[in-house]
Every structure is written in C-alpha cells, then in structure tokens.
C-alpha cells in the first residue's frame, strides 16, 4: 500500500509518499530515504498517477507475455529426471533444454537457471525468482529432491503429477468445445437472419402499425439495434472480454468474487466441475508430498499452490491455521466445509493407522472418478440447454416473421 509520511526536516514541514506494507514500515522506508528527519504522521493514500500507470503498463504487458507451455514444462522436467538419472551434471541438462527450445519464455527461464546454478546456488534457490512461472508443486519437489538425495526420483514424481492435471484441464476444455461451438454459432446465424431477412420484411410490416406482435416487435426492434450500433456492440464485447481477464488477474477483490460463484454448487455443472478439479488437484499433491516424506504442514502449504481457484484456496488455509492450534488432521479437513463425510472418514482412518498417504491416494481417487463423470456426461447434461435454446430462438423467429403475414391474409381475405 501507498502511504503519505509528514515529517518535519530543519524547520520545514513536508511530505513524501512510500510504498510499505503498514504505516509503522512507512515510516522507517521514509526516515532511510530522508535521513535526519522527525516523522510527524503516516496517512495511507492513494499511489501516484505515474505508479498507477506503470502498474497498469506491467500488469498489461504480463497478460499478453509467452509463457511456457504446460506440455514443455513437462517434457523439460521428465527430460531433467531421466539424464541427472544417467548421471549427467543438472547444468549440462539445463543448458541442453536452452540449446533444443524454440519456446523464449523456456530459454529465459532455464538458461537464468543454469546461470545460477553455474554461480554455485542450488536448483531450488536458482528456481526462486521463477516460482510464479513454475508454480509450488515444482519448488517442493525440487527441495525434496535435494533433501532425500533422490532428485531423478522426485522429479519423475513431478512429472506424473504434472501430466495428471493437465489430463484432466485437456479433458474440461475438450468437453466445453463442443457446446461453446454451438451455442456461438447459434448466436452468429440468428444476427444474420436478423440482419437479412427481417429488413425484407420491414415495410411489410409497417402496414399494420401497433397491431405487430410481441415477437415482431422484438425482431424489429433487435434488427435496428444491430444495424445502428454494430460496431459498438463488437467494440464493447472485445472490450469487455480483456477487462475481466485483466481485472481477474490483478485485482484481488474481482478474482475472489469470480471465483466464488464458479465455485457455487448451484451454479449449473460449472461449480461441480471446478469444485472437483481443484479438489482431485489439491489431495493428488498432498498425498504425493505425504508419500515423499514431506511433514503434513509443509506438505498443505505446497498442495494449496495448485489449487486455482481463490476462493476455494481461502477454504482450505484453514487448515493449516486449525492444525497450528492443535486440531487434529482429519477434524481440520471437517472444520473447513469443503470435504464430505466419507472423505473424512477415510483421512481418519488413515491418520490413525499411520497409512494417510494411501488414504489420501483413494480421496483423490473418488475426486477424479467424479470428475471424469462428469466430464464424460458433460454434453448429456447441456443437450436440454441447447435444445431449449435452439427451440426458444427458431420459435422466435417463426412467430415474429409468420404471425404478422398471417394476419396479412386474412386482412386480405376480409
């Protein structure tokens, strides 16, 4: 946050604004920067015009910046786990995967990472600055490796769990296509019936006035919408499109809110689909972490790196703040209202018996089952959707186009 600092320096009374994280720290960053001087008060404000730019200009240029493909990533790890297997030195590896990419955000990436690791720092400490990139699972698994002396091992590990995430993401995105497609078609042939056929039939229609139906004012109505404000209607749509996905990834506030309604069970398919995913994702990892011999709260810690949704991540924080007051595993999983019963019974039984780790597999099991599930019905459950949809749009058409000619005739035949 932005703080404006009041300090008095040789007699004058003056300001500064700094960025800290309280005002107390506000003060100190303001008594390094002006040496000497006695801190009156720290007020919080808003940042600069020329930070809110800057801000803006970063936040916008990380949106449309390379990133590393899902599959690379994967392919890099398992190529890193079998050759340091082999023996092969981890910088001749990491040099390697530069020399052989085509991907800049790749090159970037390890090529700083092979830097490093030639300037004498470990891997996870080379990984550090390029955690947000590579993500928890990666960092954890990288230091268990280093701890258990076992990296090949572990990195074998990371990229079985790296590929069952992506399977699942891949599986989503592929049961959505086919609707999407649809229903975006659909929504193109009814603008273009609207737009040709109706405009041949507008005179026509003049003839009966206020005596037009509902729907054929409706149609009328829409025709000269679209025909006058098209291009702003496209214009605004675009616009929209990139002001939500940047509000999603930088603004706090709007990314909580988002990602509590997709996760809402009553939001239709969607709040299962991603209630399961990040469910399948976060006990898949904490039973690998578990299994490596990584201690429970650090093990949390990590799995919730790869849980998406934010306000299902803020769901399962608590437990590992439950388990630091000295509540026991599977209560703490109960405490946070994100876990069913018989999920709870398992982590119990599993806690108990010293096999948590096994347990853990099979809840990650019954995640993925009922994820599939769904997956596989996905398009049975959006059929009666789309079929209402198509019925809704061609009786639209039908009684806005019809109605008024029918009438015609029988004015004619009167």
Known sequence: ???????????????????????????????KERPGVVVIASKETSPPIEETFAEFSRNLT?????????????????QIAVMTDAGIPIHDVLEDIVASSKNPATKEIFASIANDINAGKSMSNALEPHKEEMGH???????????????????????????????????????????????????????????????????????????????????LGAESFFRNYGPFIIFFLVALFFGIKYLYKNNDDFRFTADKILAHPKFYLIGKVVYLSNMFNYTLVFGALIKAGIPVSEALNTAIGVVENVY???????????????????????????????????????????????????????????????????????????????????????????????DLGKAAKA
Not at 16 to 31: P, Q, R
Not at 69 to 78: A, G, V, Y
């Open 1 to 31: 946050m932005y703080y404006r600092v009041e300090y008095i320096f040789r007699g004058k009374r003056d300001n500064i604004i700094v960025k800290a994280n309280n005002k107390f720290e506000a003060s100190s960053v303001a008594k």
């Open 62 to 78: 990380k949106m449309f910046k390379t990133k590393m493909p899902i599959d690379e990533k994967i392919s890099n790890i398992r």
């Open 137 to 219: 699972i990666v960092m954890a698994m990288t230091k268990l490796g280093e701890t258990t002396g076992n990296f090949p091992g572990a990195y074998h590990k990371l990229a079985d769990i790296l590929e069952n995430i992506r399977d699942n993401k891949a599986k989503f995105k592929k049961a959505m296509r086919y609707p999407i497609t649809v229903i975006t078609a659909l929504i193109i042939a009814f603008v273009i019936v609207i737009m040709t056929v109706v405009p041949k039939f507008r005179a026509i229609f003049k003839e009966l006035g206020s005596d037009l139906p509902l729907a054929t004012k409706f149609l």
């Open 312 to 406: 299902i991540k803020k769901q399962l924080e608590s437990i590992n703040i439950n388990i630091g007051r000295g509540v026991g595993l599977a209560e703490a999983f109960e405490q946070s209202g994100l876990f069913e019963n018989m999920s709870i019974q398992m982590i119990k039984a599993g806690e108990s018996s010293g096999q948590l780790d096994a347990m853990l597999e099979k809840v990650s099991g019954y995640y993925d089952m009922k994820f599939q599930s769904i997956i596989d019905n996905l398009s049975s459950y959006i059929e009666p959707i789309m079929i209402a949809l198509i019925a809704g749009l061609v009786l639209l058409l039908a009684l806005g186009i019809f109605m008024p000619m029918w």
